[in-house]
């Protein structure tokens, strides 16, 4: 059976640089105050009304494309992770294949809705197909245009400094060479505290888990219902919320633990791995995963400093600078891992 190795890899972030202190033009907060809770120093922001989530996807694509020297309409799967689509539906699988100009080829386009883990989810995906040989080129994605649904007023600070821009890219492949490619990938979830990290409105949830009248539903009675209500928009109930503390304490949990059964399904040692990647959430979380797993600097790659946490695009632009910067060489022992809304968690342990 061969393995699934990254063929080729791209990233593209917006050009909009909007620093903390440019925050603080919106909301009551400082640059020092957002660095020593998340290590953010600035994020990027995608042009209203020109750019998209899927129009960011498409320029990493190309990169991707170029750099595993196939053409476009080599693609048998897309495959496409996002929290912030273009559309409400349809998903931007089939929006990307269109930006792309192969939709003669009409090749399926399946689309991940799990957040910071969409694309570990991806990935895991992409991976059966490649091994069962269903496919031989499939691209997949993780692309966000969060500044489109962020609350920047002082009451949405603790959420909105987080979030940027981004997207990323990959072309995965079968390879039957020795000491390259997905040996494993791992992935869990825990719905108990789903509301915890959530965008709860629009939603068909007639506020069930969270008070109706709180939510400004219609009573019962009214067989149609309102998608969104006046009361939401007035509230501002239409944007993301967090409750920091439950996810940081969660993430350093779950970060090690799916890292470690990686390692251990492969019979290696944290020592033994060259790059981590985790998912850009919070600096302050991968410091804690790398202590806690007794891991170097240079075993490490964090860019969050620049471009805030981009949720399903983390990894793959991450990863994306680390291999331009030669920090991932070809046969080093790559560890990717992410943890987010839902909850979700997983993790992915290959040879580059």
Same mark, same amino acid.
């Given at each position: 059976?061969?393995?699934?190795?990254?063929?080729?890899?791209?990233?593209?972030?917006?050009?909009?640089?909007?620093?903390?202190?440019?925050?603080?033009?919106?909301?009551?907060?400082?640059?020092?105050?957002?660095?020593?809770?998340?290590?953010?120093?600035?994020?990027?922001?995608?042009?209203?009304?020109?750019?998209?989530?899927?129009?960011?996807?498409?320029?990493?694509?190309?990169?991707?494309?170029?750099?595993?020297?196939?053409?476009?309409?080599?693609?048998?799967?897309?495959?496409?992770?996002?929290?912030?689509?273009?559309?409400?539906?349809?998903?931007?699988?089939?929006?990307?294949?269109?930006?792309?100009?192969?939709?003669?080829?009409?090749?399926?386009?399946?689309?991940?809705?799990?957040?910071?883990?969409?694309?570990?989810?991806?990935?895991?995906?992409?991976?059966?197909?490649?091994?069962?040989?269903?496919?031989?080129?499939?691209?997949?994605?993780?692309?966000?245009?969060?500044?489109?649904?962020?609350?920047?007023?002082?009451? $949405?600070?603790?959420? #909105?400094? !987080?979030?940027? +821009? &981004?997207?990323? @890219?990959?072309? %995965?492949?079968?390879?039957?060479?020795?000491?390259? $490619?997905?040996?494993? #990938?791992? !992935?869990?979830? +825990? &719905?108990?505290? @789903?509301?915890? %990290?959530?965008?709860?409105?629009?939603?068909?949830? $007639?506020?069930?888990?969270?008070?109706?009248?709180?939510? &400004?539903?219609?009573?019962?009675?009214?067989?149609?219902?309102?998608?969104?209500?006046?009361?939401?928009?007035?509230?501002?109930?239409?944007?993301?919320?967090?409750?920091?503390?439950?996810?940081?304490?969660?993430?350093?949990?779950?970060?090690?633990?799916?890292?470690?059964?990686?390692?251990?399904?492969?019979?290696?040692?944290?020592?033994?791995?060259?790059?981590?990647?985790?998912?850009?959430?919070?600096?302050?979380?991968?410091?804690?995963?790398?202590?806690?797993?007794?891991?170097?600097?240079?075993?490490?790659?964090?860019?969050?400093?620049?471009?805030?946490?981009?949720?399903?695009?983390?990894?793959?632009?991450?990863?994306?600078?680390?291999?331009?910067?030669?920090?991932?060489?070809?046969?080093?022992?790559?560890?990717?891992?992410?943890?987010?809304?839902?909850?979700?968690?997983?993790?992915?342990?290959?040879?580059?």
């Amino acid at each position: 059976m061969p393995q699934t190795k990254i063929a080729g890899i791209g990233h593209y972030v917006p050009d909009q640089i909007y620093t903390n202190d440019d925050l603080t033009k919106y909301m009551d907060t400082s640059d020092e105050w957002i660095q020593e809770r998340t290590g953010i120093k600035q994020r990027r922001y995608a042009k209203k009304h020109e750019e998209t989530t899927t129009t960011m996807a498409a320029e990493a694509t190309k990169i991707a494309l170029e750099r595993a020297g196939i053409d476009k309409n080599e693609i048998e799967m897309i495959i496409f992770a996002t929290l912030s689509p273009d559309y409400y539906f349809p998903g931007c699988g089939v929006l990307l294949q269109r930006e792309l100009g192969i939709t003669e080829t009409e090749i399926g386009a399946l689309d991940i809705r799990n957040q910071c883990s969409g694309f570990i989810y991806g990935l895991s995906v992409a991976d059966q197909f490649i091994k069962t040989g269903m496919y031989k080129n499939i691209l997949l994605v993780g692309s966000e245009m969060h500044s489109m649904g962020l609350d920047f007023r002082t009451e $949405g600070r603790g959420v #909105t400094v !987080l979030f940027g +821009d &981004g997207a990323g @890219a990959v072309i %995965l492949q079968p390879t039957t060479e020795e000491n390259q $490619g997905i040996y494993s #990938t791992h !992935l869990h979830s +825990d &719905g108990t505290h @789903a509301e915890e %990290l959530a965008m709860i409105n629009p939603g068909s949830h $007639g506020g069930r888990h969270l008070g109706k009248e709180k939510y &400004g539903y219609p009573d019962e009675a009214n067989p149609g219902g309102v998608f969104v209500t006046q009361k939401m928009v007035d509230d501002h109930l239409l944007s993301p919320n967090m409750t920091g503390q439950l996810v940081f304490k969660t993430a350093v949990r779950k970060f090690p633990k799916v890292i470690n059964e990686a390692l251990v399904k492969n019979g290696f040692e944290s020592s033994d791995i060259d790059m981590l990647v985790p998912h850009q959430a919070n600096l302050r979380i991968s410091q804690f995963v790398q202590k806690s797993l007794g891991l170097k600097d240079e075993q490490v790659y964090n860019n969050i400093q620049r471009y805030g946490n981009t949720t399903a695009a983390s990894i793959p632009i991450a990863l994306c600078e680390a291999y331009l910067e030669g920090k991932v060489k070809r046969g080093d022992l790559v560890c990717l891992a992410a943890f987010g809304s839902g909850f979700t968690w997983g993790s992915a342990l290959l040879r580059w």
